[in-house]
């Protein structure tokens, strides 16, 4: 885990979870590894991450409570602070993120907490980002053989593949075609 917790991909999830309902650490790493199998959300680490987010005034803690037999849990619900950082996460993970990210995947997931001017907004200053990082790519297959630069071509195609994507995602906003629900 990153030495600042609010670093970790796991947090824009978690406040996004807690922006739908209070919860605890069980059901925010249940409802994780249900919607995200690929991301690792242990109870322990989701439990870590709520109180450091406890602790920078994102979530505001509930008294224990017991349901049934079960042992007494704590319940977490977004605080203003914690709605504003959440925002700020989508927002940053779209704009600023590196290419084929978990955190872009992540903030894509929240991309309809957005108004549909703001997403094209942030998705459009993304895919003329990319496009400049591409462009100042060196051509280094010229100078050498193919071989000892596969991992250029690969790069080269991760950026191309998500700039499509991203062009035909603002052409669905910008058309109507995705609903929007804000």
Known sequence: MPLNASRNSLVLPILGFLGERPAHAYDLATRLQERYAHLTATRSTVTTLLKSLHRDGLVEAREPGRVGNRPPRT???????????????????????????????????????????????????RAERLAAEQAALPDAAAAMAELRTLEHGYWHGLVAAELAWIDALVERIRSAELAWAS
């Open 75 to 125: 319940e977490y619900e977004l605080t203003e602070q914690g709605s504003a950082g959440f925002r700020g996460k989508v927002e940053s993970g779209l704009r600023d993120s590196p290419v084929a990210s978990v955190d872009f995947a992540l903030a894509v997931a929240y991309l309809g907490s957005l108004s549909a001017d703001e997403a094209v907004a942030l998705l459009t200053a």
